[in-house]
């Protein structure tokens, strides 16, 4: 893929539920580690700002977030996109595995 991105405008949003595990924390030891988390994101990256809001892409997902530490988090996440162009996007469903760092 030699495809490049890049667009002058953009926006991006972003909905998130994190919850418990539905286990009691005593389990394992692990529910204060483990959450559960639902998500829905949104944007658009264009080069002109009339079509900033038309031919949006729209992912839905769920997973698992490990708390390591108080300062990172690993997810590993099942994703579905609902909305993206079909002819030009890369559409990956499924798995993905993601790791974050807080430095604050």
Known sequence: YQRRVRG????????????PLPLSPHV?????????????????????AGELFRENRVSV??????????VMKMEINYTVPLRFDR??????????FGIGVNFM
């Open 61 to 70: 997902g769920a997973g698992l977030i490990f708390k390591v530490g108080n």
């Open 28 to 48: 394992f030891g692990l529910g204060p580690y483990i959450r559960l988390h639902h998500f829905l994101n949104a944007g658009n990256l264009t080069d002109t």
């Open 8 to 19: 002058r405008y953009q926006w991006a949003t972003g909905l998130s539920l994190y919850r």
């Open 87 to 96: 002819g030009g996007d890369h559409v990956n469903h499924g798995l993905q």
